[in-house]
């Protein structure tokens, strides 16, 4: 049974940082993709990061390159989303998921069928 805890999300004003952590276990596919999805209210999910499992290839929305780092720890089975510079269009709901998913295609949340419980994380002066 595949599980996957989210957790490091809370409320912070415009400028300063979160780490996301999304722990995941029972997932035996050697390739994988683990991604970070976010949703805000009256929006669609999107794609925020991913990495890959084969060579930690890492992928990342337009919005958020340069401000968020995704990265990994294999022996904790656990990946991180460094977010840095937050400002108020970043606050949403986000998830963690994991599939074999090709990474050019990382972005297409229809493609993973186990995700995380989801965590707010609210950018706001």
């Known amino acids: 049974q595949v599980q996957i805890v989210e957790s490091g999300g809370g409320s912070v004003q415009p400028g300063g940082s979160l780490r996301l952590s999304c722990a995941v276990s029972?997932?035996?596919?050697?390739?994988?993709?683990v991604a970070w999805f976010r949703q805000a209210p009256g929006k669609e999910r999107e794609g925020v990061s991913a990495?890959?499992?084969?060579?930690?290839?890492?992928y990342y929305a337009d919005s958020v390159k340069g401000r968020f780092t995704i990265s990994r720890d294999n022996g904790k089975n656990t990946v991180f989303l460094q977010m840095n510079s937050l400002n108020p269009e970043d606050t949403a709901v986000y998830y963690c998921?994991?599939?074999?998913?090709?990474?050019?295609?990382?972005?297409?949340?229809?493609?993973?069928?186990?995700w995380g419980q989801g965590i707010q994380v609210t950018v706001s002066s």
């Open positions: 998921a994991i599939d074999n998913v090709v990474g050019s295609q990382w972005y297409i949340d229809q493609l993973y069928d186990y």
């Open positions: 990495i890959s499992s084969i060579d930690s290839s890492t």
């Open positions: 029972g997932f035996t596919l050697k390739y994988h993709v």
